[in-house]
Protein backbone atom coordinates (compact mmCIF):
# COMPACT_ATOMS: atom_id res chain seq x y z
CA UNK A 1 0.00 0.00 0.00
CA UNK A 2 1.07 3.54 -0.34
CA UNK A 3 1.96 5.33 2.22
CA UNK A 4 4.86 6.46 5.10
CA UNK A 5 5.96 3.69 7.56
CA UNK A 6 8.01 3.82 10.33
CA UNK A 7 10.08 0.91 12.12
CA UNK A 8 10.44 0.06 14.56
CA UNK A 9 7.33 1.60 16.72
CA UNK A 10 8.53 1.28 20.32
CA UNK A 11 12.38 0.68 21.10
CA UNK A 12 13.98 0.71 24.43
CA UNK A 13 17.52 1.20 24.65
CA UNK A 14 20.48 2.01 26.96
CA UNK A 15 22.09 5.44 27.02
CA UNK A 16 25.79 4.73 24.91
CA UNK A 17 23.89 2.26 22.28
CA UNK A 18 23.52 3.40 18.53
CA UNK A 19 19.84 3.06 17.36
CA UNK A 20 19.12 3.70 13.93
CA UNK A 21 14.96 4.65 13.43
CA UNK A 22 13.51 3.86 9.19
CA UNK A 23 11.19 5.92 7.19
CA UNK A 24 9.62 4.83 3.94
CA UNK A 25 7.99 6.27 1.62
CA UNK A 26 6.00 5.26 -1.60
CA UNK A 27 5.05 8.47 -2.78
CA UNK A 28 8.31 9.49 -4.59
CA UNK A 29 8.16 12.54 -3.06
CA UNK A 30 11.45 14.78 -3.04
CA UNK A 31 11.66 15.97 0.15
CA UNK A 32 11.81 13.64 3.87
CA UNK A 33 11.95 15.16 7.32
CA UNK A 34 12.45 14.16 10.98
CA UNK A 35 10.93 15.93 13.81
CA UNK A 36 10.92 14.65 17.32
CA UNK A 37 7.58 15.71 19.69
CA UNK A 38 9.04 15.61 23.42
CA UNK A 39 6.02 14.77 26.04
CA UNK A 40 3.10 18.17 25.35
CA UNK A 41 5.52 19.88 23.43
CA UNK A 42 5.11 21.06 19.41
CA UNK A 43 7.62 19.33 16.65
CA UNK A 44 11.07 20.20 16.35
CA UNK A 45 12.80 19.64 13.23
CA UNK A 46 15.92 17.42 13.27
CA UNK A 47 17.40 17.20 9.69
CA UNK A 48 15.63 17.14 6.54
CA UNK A 49 16.23 16.36 2.50
CA UNK A 50 15.20 17.98 -0.47
CA UNK A 51 16.70 14.93 -2.83
CA UNK A 52 18.46 11.66 -2.46
CA UNK A 53 21.97 12.95 -1.44
CA UNK A 54 21.33 16.07 -0.28
CA UNK A 55 20.06 16.56 3.48
CA UNK A 56 20.60 19.74 5.54
CA UNK A 57 20.31 20.24 9.31
CA UNK A 58 17.06 21.56 11.47
CA UNK A 59 16.86 23.01 14.64
CA UNK A 60 18.07 20.42 16.83
CA UNK A 61 20.38 18.26 14.58
CA UNK A 62 23.31 17.57 17.41
CA UNK A 63 23.44 13.61 18.33
CA UNK A 64 21.61 12.37 15.01
CA UNK A 65 22.94 11.33 11.74
CA UNK A 66 21.13 11.00 8.20
CA UNK A 67 21.19 9.72 5.30
CA UNK A 68 19.64 9.23 1.99
CA UNK A 69 20.77 7.21 -0.72
CA UNK A 70 17.37 5.91 -2.37
CA UNK A 71 14.52 8.41 -2.41
CA UNK A 72 12.31 6.33 -0.67
CA UNK A 73 14.32 5.48 2.44
CA UNK A 74 15.30 8.62 5.16
CA UNK A 75 17.10 6.39 7.94
CA UNK A 76 17.78 8.43 11.21
CA UNK A 77 20.84 7.32 13.79
CA UNK A 78 21.21 8.32 16.98
CA UNK A 79 25.10 7.24 17.41
CA UNK A 80 25.25 7.14 21.00
CA UNK A 81 22.06 7.78 22.64
CA UNK A 82 21.28 9.72 25.40
CA UNK A 83 18.06 10.15 27.62
CA UNK A 84 17.53 13.12 26.34
CA UNK A 85 16.88 11.76 23.26
CA UNK A 86 13.66 9.61 24.92
CA UNK A 87 11.44 11.35 22.65
CA UNK A 88 8.52 10.70 19.69
CA UNK A 89 10.11 10.69 16.55
CA UNK A 90 8.08 11.41 13.30
CA UNK A 91 9.17 11.03 9.77
CA UNK A 92 7.68 13.14 7.17
CA UNK A 93 7.50 13.46 3.04
CA UNK A 94 6.62 16.32 1.02
CA UNK A 95 5.53 17.68 -2.47
CA UNK A 96 6.01 21.25 -2.47
CA UNK A 97 4.04 22.64 -0.13
CA UNK A 98 2.13 19.83 2.05
CA UNK A 99 3.87 17.13 4.32
CA UNK A 100 2.70 14.10 5.01
CA UNK A 101 3.31 12.07 8.26
CA UNK A 102 4.44 8.80 9.61
CA UNK A 103 3.07 7.07 12.70
CA UNK A 104 5.85 7.66 14.64
CA UNK A 105 8.37 5.89 16.37
CA UNK A 106 8.05 6.55 20.23
CA UNK A 107 12.20 5.59 21.22
CA UNK A 108 13.08 5.54 25.02
CA UNK A 109 16.83 5.49 26.57
CA UNK A 110 17.30 4.00 29.96
CA UNK B 1 12.73 33.14 10.04
CA UNK B 2 8.92 33.11 10.07
CA UNK B 3 8.27 32.33 13.50
CA UNK B 4 4.50 31.52 13.87
CA UNK B 5 2.05 32.36 17.47
CA UNK B 6 -1.00 31.09 18.14
CA UNK B 7 -3.06 30.99 21.14
CA UNK B 8 -2.19 27.96 23.64
CA UNK B 9 -5.50 26.80 23.98
CA UNK B 10 -9.23 27.82 22.72
CA UNK B 11 -12.66 26.21 24.13
CA UNK B 12 -15.41 25.37 22.05
CA UNK B 13 -19.06 23.93 21.61
CA UNK B 14 -20.13 21.25 19.29
CA UNK B 15 -21.76 23.17 16.01
CA UNK B 16 -20.10 26.70 16.73
CA UNK B 17 -17.67 27.84 14.15
CA UNK B 18 -13.87 28.15 15.46
CA UNK B 19 -11.53 30.50 14.17
CA UNK B 20 -7.48 30.13 15.17
CA UNK B 21 -5.71 32.81 14.58
CA UNK B 22 -1.66 32.60 13.39
CA UNK B 23 0.54 35.73 13.78
CA UNK B 24 3.60 35.00 11.28
CA UNK B 25 5.20 38.94 10.81
CA UNK B 26 8.35 37.70 9.09
CA UNK B 27 7.37 35.41 6.70
CA UNK B 28 8.94 35.16 3.39
CA UNK B 29 7.79 36.76 0.37
CA UNK B 30 7.63 33.58 -1.49
CA UNK B 31 6.51 30.78 1.36
CA UNK B 32 3.14 29.04 1.80
CA UNK B 33 0.98 29.23 5.21
CA UNK B 34 0.10 25.34 5.85
CA UNK B 35 -2.26 24.07 9.21
CA UNK B 36 -1.93 21.23 10.47
CA UNK B 37 -4.32 18.99 12.84
CA UNK B 38 -2.54 16.33 15.14
CA UNK B 39 -4.53 13.91 17.31
CA UNK B 40 -2.97 11.96 20.65
CA UNK B 41 -0.53 9.32 19.55
CA UNK B 42 -0.31 10.30 16.09
CA UNK B 43 1.48 12.27 13.42
CA UNK B 44 -0.02 15.50 12.43
CA UNK B 45 -2.21 15.84 9.42
CA UNK B 46 -2.32 18.38 6.90
CA UNK B 47 -5.38 20.52 6.83
CA UNK B 48 -4.94 23.42 4.28
CA UNK B 49 -2.82 25.75 2.51
CA UNK B 50 -2.65 28.50 1.49
CA UNK B 51 -0.79 32.35 0.00
CA UNK B 52 -3.11 35.00 0.22
CA UNK B 53 -6.68 36.15 0.69
CA UNK B 54 -9.09 32.99 0.90
CA UNK B 55 -8.75 29.34 0.33
CA UNK B 56 -11.47 26.66 1.29
CA UNK B 57 -11.49 22.81 1.16
CA UNK B 58 -14.25 20.24 2.53
CA UNK B 59 -12.54 20.65 6.08
CA UNK B 60 -11.90 24.65 6.88
CA UNK B 61 -11.54 27.35 5.28
CA UNK B 62 -8.05 30.04 5.55
CA UNK B 63 -7.98 33.52 5.49
CA UNK B 64 -4.32 35.61 4.94
CA UNK B 65 -4.95 39.19 4.61
CA UNK B 66 -2.79 41.39 2.18
CA UNK B 67 0.02 41.94 4.73
CA UNK B 68 0.35 37.99 4.91
CA UNK B 69 1.42 38.80 8.38
CA UNK B 70 -1.41 36.78 10.04
CA UNK B 71 -3.32 33.83 8.77
CA UNK B 72 -7.01 32.35 10.16
CA UNK B 73 -8.09 28.85 10.14
CA UNK B 74 -11.71 28.26 10.23
CA UNK B 75 -13.72 25.07 11.34
CA UNK B 76 -17.17 25.39 10.41
CA UNK B 77 -19.46 23.49 12.78
CA UNK B 78 -16.94 22.16 15.31
CA UNK B 79 -17.76 18.30 16.52
CA UNK B 80 -16.16 16.25 19.74
CA UNK B 81 -14.08 14.81 16.76
CA UNK B 82 -12.31 18.43 16.21
CA UNK B 83 -10.61 18.08 19.55
CA UNK B 84 -7.05 18.14 18.27
CA UNK B 85 -3.47 20.49 18.31
CA UNK B 86 -3.94 22.59 15.50
CA UNK B 87 -0.48 24.19 14.42
CA UNK B 88 0.35 26.36 11.82
CA UNK B 89 3.34 27.09 9.85
CA UNK B 90 5.39 28.75 7.11
CA UNK B 91 6.15 25.55 4.94
CA UNK B 92 9.81 26.91 3.73
CA UNK B 93 10.39 27.72 7.23
CA UNK B 94 9.48 23.98 8.30
CA UNK B 95 9.28 24.87 12.12
CA UNK B 96 6.00 23.85 14.23
CA UNK B 97 5.53 26.45 16.41
CA UNK B 98 3.52 24.80 19.80
CA UNK B 99 0.19 24.91 18.59
CA UNK B 100 -3.41 25.36 19.62
CA UNK B 101 -4.71 22.82 21.76
CA UNK B 102 -8.52 23.05 20.62
CA UNK B 103 -10.86 21.36 23.04
CA UNK B 104 -14.85 20.50 21.83
CA UNK B 105 -17.41 20.60 24.28
CA UNK B 106 -20.63 18.91 24.04
Known amino acids: DAGITQSPRYKITETGRQVTLMCHQTWSHSYMFWYRQDLGHGLRLIYY???????DKGEVPDGYVVSRSKTENFPLTLESATRSQTSVYFC?????????FGPGTRLTVT | LAKTTQPISMDSYEGQEVNITCSHN???????ITWYQQFPSQGPRFIIQ???TKVTNEVASLFIPADRKSSTLSLPRVSLSDTAVYYC???????FGAGTRLTVKP
Open chain 1, 49 to 55: SAAADIT
Open chain 2, 50 to 52: GYK
Open chain 2, 89 to 95: LAYNDMR
Open chain 1, 92 to 100: ASGTDYEQY
Open chain 2, 26 to 32: NIATNDY
